[in-house]
């Protein structure tokens, strides 16, 4: 079968934010323009997918996986995925610019529920043998279901400011995705949890002594495991991710109060203002008072 390749300016506006939504309403083929459920394909955005009835076969990467009501996980960019069975099968497909929410709304990432289940369940899927996902009961599943109709309502009115109503409520999905992760009491998706917490603890302490040892003790892991499955879910080591988190928020310090540069830096976990200063000028290519200056 070939693989077609979806792009988001087939789904997203050219203007505002890059999340759009759609419906598969029954087992019927083609039901909306860009319709590729039942076709194998990969796309450059992210796509949450929630099932609300029925069920099927979801094909992810060369592994078949059986999927039932109240199922809810995320397809990341470049991912091959079709369903092979689909059996009354009703489901909702939020798609999104991963980079564009990491960029603007990077307090997600203070969620450890957050960050198991949008970074590491997808990478872990198939060692987990998708036990890893996230499963709703029937309660919670039908008030999401209504949520999802109303957002599926917006988005056909097209009104003025349709796309900042739809962000609104993906960003309510999100934070209740995050805590009822939290609350998985699966063994492997605790192991997952885990390592969402090591980004939420990066998140909300930047400024601690953070090493690789206390990390993968937070993680559960062996540093030589906790480093390379890091890297592969965030695309960067821990120490790097620690840097860039520090260096945003230096930046926004800068800008946003009249501390001195050394307090800035003593915010931001940096006990030599002058090795603040040089790592600053690596990121942003000028000194921290130039930047003040000129923003």
Not at 151 to 157: I, N, T
Not at 233 to 252: D, F, Q
Not at 271 to 282: A, C, I, L, W
Request: charge should be neutral.
């Amino acid at each position: 079968m070939k693989t077609v390749k979806a792009v988001r300016s087939d789904f997203f506006p050219g203007e505002g934010c890059p999340i759009a939504l759609r419906s598969i309403q029954g087992d019927a083929r083609i039901q909306h323009a860009g319709d590729l459920t039942d076709i194998r394909h990969t796309h450059d955005f992210a796509e949450l997918i929630i099932i609300t009835r029925g069920g099927g076969t979801h094909w992810i990467d060369g592994t078949s996986y059986e999927v039932n009501a109240g199922d809810v996980f995320l397809i990341q960019d470049n991912t091959e995925h079709y369903f092979q069975e689909r059996h009354d099968l009703e489901m909702y497909n939020i798609m999104f610019d991963d980079q564009y929410l990491a960029e603007h709304l990077r307090s997600l990432r203070s969620l450890s529920g957050f960050n198991a289940f949008f970074l590491f369940e997808p990478i872990f899927r198939r060692r987990h043998a998708f036990m890893s996902k996230l499963h709703l009961e029937p309660e919670l599943m039908n008030s999401l279901r209504n949520t999802l109709k109303g957002m599926l309502a917006e988005v056909k009115s097209a009104l003025p400011g349709c796309d900042l109503m739809l962000l609104s409520k993906v960003l309510e999905i999100f934070v209740l995705i995050a805590r009822e992760y939290s609350q998985n009491s699966n063994s492997k998706a605790q192991t997952l949890y885990r390592l969402g917490e090591v980004i939420s603890r990066m998140e909300n302490n930047y400024s601690e002594n953070w090493t690789i040892s206390r990390l993968a003790r937070i993680a559960a892991m062996a540093p030589s495991t906790f480093l390379p499955v890091f890297k592969e879910a965030v695309g960067t080591s821990p120490i790097e991710y620690l840097l860039n988190l520090r260096m945003s928020k230096a930046a926004a310090m800068l800008l946003k109060s009249r501390k001195s540069i050394s307090e800035i830096a003593l915010d931001c976990g940096f006990r030599d203002s002058n090795y603040f200063s040089r790592q600053f000028r690596n990121y942003y290519n000028c000194s921290p008072r130039e930047y003040r200056q000129k923003f």
